[in-house]
């Protein structure tokens, strides 16, 4: 910490390094970072990141979450993964099929060396409210053991996303770490329509709608606007660009909630949180939908004890390198400061920073 600015720490990486490398740099920022200060002996350490959803290849790997593990073991401390169910219909919407879909993807204790705890119960409907006093919000609803453990790595893999135009930091916990109910407050704003003069009804978004709420009508697609759980399916899946949402308002009021939901997190342990963010494989759309080629060369790895200033730096570094950060390189219409600025209103970090960047051979 410099003058009241927080300190990110930055190891570059190559495009596409290879994975012992990533692993030895990884160990070598967990340690520059400090982390072993959340980490008290025989305490858990609940790290939480995504597995991937059945066809994504880009989601980040058993490698990159290894050295985490160790790390922690080293430090004397427990580590599980921890992560919640989905809103909508897929192998990631109840803790049995998601636990079997992480162990496909290479997240077993043999490959990790830690167990995998879902937050948010079997069913994915285990809740706690957390007080906060927000904008939108006086409580939130939280994945009930999300801020049960001593210690939460936040884990994150840097893309960009439809709604929010960034995925990283404040998404992870925010979306990633909310209960159920919470999720869906923080969709439920953002109905969309299609513009039946733009829709060949090809059918990808009745087949693809998580809550099989898209119709056929007079020749196009059509949502029922009081079914729709708002979580874009459908407009990520339309290749003709006939599903249409509001933007402006929803875009930013869905943000907002994001960051407030994260905060109340935050408020529960930000005593005991850190932060890691790996800019791999950046991609359009977060890990929850399939695979698409990554958009930009890899950059790094990032660590922080603030969580806001490590989504600022994604966003900086990657306009550095690119002209563009990665939300604008990925959904050039949202503007992803709305929930670094509301991040900043509430109090849970600063948006200056100081890059400490690791030489690393
Ligand atoms: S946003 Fe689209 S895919 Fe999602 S529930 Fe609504 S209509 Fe279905
Ligand atoms: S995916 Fe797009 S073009 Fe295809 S049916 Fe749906 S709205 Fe129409």
């Known amino acids: 910490m410099t003058q009241n600015r927080p300190d990110v720490f930055f190891v570059p ?11 030895r740099k990884t160990r070598l920022l967990f340690d520059e970072a400090g982390f072993q200060s959340i980490i008290n002996p025989s305490k858990s350490v609940a790290i939480k990141t995504h597995f991937g959803e059945r066809g994504n290849r880009t989601h980040l790997t058993p490698d990159q979450i290894r050295p985490l ?3 922690v073991k080293e430090y004397g401390g427990k580590p599980f993964l921890t992560e919640t169910s989905v809103l909508y219909k897929s192998n990631r919407s109840n803790a049995l099929d998601h636990i079997l879909l992480a162990y496909e993807h290479g997240f077993t204790f043999e490959n990790v060396g830690a167990p995998i ?6 069913l994915g409907v285990w809740e706690r409210k957390i007080t906060i006093n927000g904008e939108f919000y006086d409580k939130v609803g939280i994945a009930g053991d999300a801020i049960a453990p001593d210690a939460l790595l936040i884990v994150s893999h840097a893309t960009g996303h439809l709604l929010s135009g960034l995925g990283a930091t404040i998404k992870n916990m925010g979306m990633g770490l909310s209960s159920r109910m919470g999720k869906l407050n923080q969709h439920s704003e953002v109905a969309p329509k299609v513009d039946a003069a733009l829709c060949d009804l090809c059918k990808t978004c009745i087949k693809w709608c998580p809550e099989d709420c898209i119709l056929e009508n007079d020749g196009a697609a059509f949502i029922q606007e009081e079914k729709c759980i708002g979580c874009g399916e459908c ?22 909630k994001m ?3 994260a905060y109340g997190v935050y408020l529960e342990k930000k005593d005991s949180m850190a932060y890691i963010t790996f800019l791999t494989n950046m991609t359009k759309d977060c890990d929850c939908l399939k695979s698409k080629e990554k958009m930009v060369p890899d950059m ?20 550095q390198r690119y002209q563009q950060n990665l939300s604008k390189l990925a959904y050039p219409d949202r503007n992803p400061m709305v929930q670094i600025d509301h991040g900043v209103k509430l109090g849970m970090g600063s948006k200056e920073y100081r890059l400490v960047e690791i030489k690393a051979s």
């Open 13 to 23: 990486l190559e495009d596409n390094e290879n994975p012992d490398s990533v692993e």
């Open 69 to 71: 593990v160790q790390k």
């Open 117 to 122: 705890i879902m937050a948010d119960g079997f």
């Open 235 to 256: 407009l990520a899946v339309c290749k003709t660009g006939a599903v249409q949402f509001t933007w402006d308002a929803s875009s930013d009021n869905m943000q907002k």
């Open 259 to 261: 960051v407030e939901h």
């Open 300 to 319: 790094g790895i990032m660590a922080s004890f603030d969580p806001i200033a490590l989504d600022m730096a994604t966003l900086d570094l990657t306009r």
